[in-house]
């Protein structure tokens, strides 16, 4: 660059390779798995080479997970929770910067504030709620007394209930309530000139108007790195999609969720040795989709990274 | 900053707001208060409601020596996975930001072990560590006690710290090195024809500049590190062996849903809430400062 440095450059391309052989060994080790029979994968020796049941391997871990079914639950979920947070983060920032009402920052807070707790440290509670989605609207009527009211004079028990377990509602919505995207409009609504508004609003522009037709298409790039990285997000969730799909044989579950009873541990079957050559194979087939999405979308994914943490 | 310019339809300006708040509502503060009432209540065996029974919850989770053990353990996880991930991440990323040629195949390369399933790699991780199949089981041969992670909590305790930050180096390689290509080229040139070399302008100039990111990544490390190793240690070790890698979110996980102890499980979540609480004030503090709307 500025100076000539062999020996630093040869260190620099040493540390580099090294780095990309890091990341390269355990995939490799993962397709070179998927390609072996049983009998060859529990020889214990390092198989560096791969055989040839790949396709085997790739059909029984299909059958065997029920792959078809679980992609398809994941990818409705991930399509879902980007598509929600996209939407509804530029909604929510268009109306806090755009607008003055009372309690605007009181809204602005109360959204800040779910940056703090993801969804990992408050499951229980949010798997209650999941159970009945509409339970904290009933809770709020039985103490205001409301229910009691509604009951003595129309005679019907109000007893709502909306079970969100086993839906793809359920697995969406949880994730959607946060403030990620919020922030990444409102920063970049703050940085649209004034004048853009007032220019729009001379020509008769009503706020919604405003939204879609100047508003969107400026902040396209937004919209393509915040669906990039919600898509990841939603797809490499874990934790929520394991609890909120307990009806494993009609819904099903997620892929990713799947995946552990491809090779059961001791609390699924007593230990045991797994068949690692179908294992493997389920695991590229997991692995993939989030793996193209980011080498097609690289530069959008990097950069909604670095926008949403900050 | 305020919009000088604005809508004055007040009614129309909330129903722009309306879903995201019902949707907060609905899934965060409601489950989060649930949280605190569970935390300072049991529920009648009997049924009948729940009863009030202050920080007793509190006292007995504190009281267990198993919490404080998976305490312990969530911060031993905490600082390796920091201290390793952070480290490979500032490492590759000093190399790539030399810009030598071919450095963007590198880049491309480095950033995927982030794009990787969490539970794919845990998967792949614990077929490669697997003591029956594969190099480990080469070498165990050998010696059967050099390596058994269902049995030595040590080695399981390993394994999930070193497939944590495999995916995770990724993740602050990113963040380093946006924050490396953020030097002004000017300043690097101008110490360079001071006569600074290569080594000398990273640590006395490129490495303190990135101190802000630097601090920034460390909590965010360490507030991910908490809730991001629950599908590694589901999958890899399910918590075991004898409970050697039973993290925070995997306890509450635990005792919430298989030992159905909601008031125990909400004291805990309401613990955890706390640390990321204080974690989270001290980054946003700081960001506060760095951001500029203009």
């Not at chain 1, 020889?43 to 560096?48: A, D, R, T």
């Not at chain 1, 009806?247 to 068949?275: C, M, Q, Y």
């Amino acid at each position: 660059m500025i100076e000539r440095t062999p020996l630093l450059n040869l260190a620099t391309y040493t540390v580099m390779i090294l780095g990309a052989f890091m990341v390269f060994v355990p995939l490799w080790l993962v397709f070179v798995g998927s390609t072996l029979t049983v009998r060859e994968i529990n020889i214990p020796e390092l198989h560096v080479w791969p055989g040839s049941h790949f396709f085997e391997n790739v059909q029984a871990a299909w059958a065997r997970g029920h792959l078809g079914g679980r992609l398809f639950n994941s990818l409705i979920m991930a399509l879902g929770v980007a598509t929600g947070k996209v939407v509804m983060s530029a909604l929510t920032a268009f109306g806090l910067v755009y607008f003055r009402f009372p309690g605007r920052m009181l809204v602005f807070w109360m959204i800040f504030i779910t940056l703090m707790l993801p969804l990992e440290v408050r499951i229980v509670p949010t798997y209650a709620v999941a159970a009945n989605a509409l339970w904290p609207f009933q809770s709020i009527l039985d103490v205001t007394g409301l229910t009691d009211l509604i009951q003595r004079f129309s005679g019907i028990q109000v007893a709502l209930e909306w079970n969100l377990l086993n839906s793809y509602t359920g697995l969406i919505l949880p994730l959607i309530a946060t403030a990620t995207g919020t922030f990444l409009y409102r920063q970049f609504y703050l940085t649209v000139p004034d004048e853009l508004l007032e220019a729009a609003r001379m020509d008769g522009a009503g706020p919604f108007r405003f939204l879609v037709e100047f508003l969107m298409p400026l902040s396209r790039a937004n919209m393509a790195a915040l669906f990039t990285i919600m898509f990841l997000y939603a797809w490499n969730q874990y934790l929520w999609p394991l609890l909120a799909t307990p009806d494993r044989a009609g819904f099903g579950t997620t892929a990713v969720v799947e995946l552990k009873l491809l090779a059961p541990t001791v609390s699924t079957n007593g230990g045991g040795t797994p068949d690692w050559n179908v294992a493997m194979a389920g695991c590229l087939i997991v692995m993939l989709p989030p793996l193209l999405l980011v080498a097609f979308m690289q530069r959008y994914f990097v950069r909604g990274l670095i926008a949403t943490e900050k | 900053m305020e919009k000088r310019a604005t809508f004055s339809k007040t009614s129309i300006g909330v129903m722009f707001i309306l879903p995201q708040v019902l949707l907060v509502f609905t899934f965060f503060y409601w489950p989060t208060g649930a949280a605190m009432y569970w935390a300072f209540t049991l529920e009648r065996p009997w049924g009948g409601g729940n009863e009030w029974v202050g920080f007793d919850n509190f006292r007995q989770v504190f009281a267990d020596r198993a919490y404080w053990g998976s305490i312990f353990r969530s911060l031993v996880f905490a600082a390796a996975t920091a201290t390793l991930s952070m480290g490979f991440g500032l490492l590759l990323a000093v190399a790539c930001d030399r810009g030598l040629k071919g450095y963007q195949a590198f880049r491309t390369v480095f950033v995927w072990p982030y794009a990787v399933v969490a539970p794919a790699a845990a998967l792949a991780f614990r077929f490669i560590f697997a003591p029956e199949a594969g190099i480990f089981a080469a070498l165990v041969k050998q010696n059967p006690a050099f390596w058994n992670p269902a049995q030595n909590g040590y080695h399981a305790m390993a394994m999930i710290i070193i497939c944590y930050s495999w995916k995770y180096a990724a993740y602050c390689f990113i963040f380093f090195l946006a924050a490396l290509q953020a030097i002004p080229r000017s300043v690097i040139e101008a110490s360079a024809l001071d006569g600074a070399g290569m080594l000398r302008r990273v640590f006395d100039i490129q490495l303190p500049l990135i101190t802000p990111t630097f601090f920034f990544m460390l909590v965010i490390s360490i507030t991910d590190s908490f809730q991001d190793s629950f599908g590694i240690v589901d999958v890899m070790t399910d918590g075991g062996p004898a409970k050697a890698t039973e993290l925070l979110v995997y306890k509450i996980y635990f005792d919430g849903f298989r030992g159905l102890d909601y008031s125990g499980a909400a004291a805990q979540s309401i613990v955890l809430m706390l640390i990321m609480m204080v974690l989270t004030f001290f980054q946003f503090r700081y960001i506060e400062r760095r951001v500029h709307y203009s």
